[in-house]
């Protein structure tokens, strides 16, 4: 059964980063929406197959809401793919 409607669902990539600075000098402040858009491109052509498109907003979450926010995450998948059956 094919069903035309678009959906958008939520996607991770969990990651780490490793530096001796402080978190919030950790990221450029000056990263632009092209840069942005290139790497919402790589990450399409990368992982997803055709006809998909993605967004990307970057954060970071601290260390102490890691595991709550994972739990958000798959507590938010597994709801959407309830409500589908």
Avoid: C, H, W
Wanted: proline share 6%; charged share 30%.
């Amino acid at each position: 059964m094919e069903n035309d409607e678009t959906k958008a669902y939520p996607f991770a990539l969990v990651g780490f980063f490793i530096s001796d600075k402080d978190v919030n000098e950790s990221f450029r402040a000056n990263v632009t929406p092209e840069e942005l858009e290139k790497l919402q491109e790589l990450l399409k052509k990368t992982i997803f197959s055709e006809d998909v498109d993605v967004a990307i907003a970057p954060f970071v979450v601290p260390p102490d809401q890691v595991n709550d926010a994972l739990q958000q995450l798959a507590d938010a998948i597994f709801s959407q793919e309830d409500e589908q059956r």
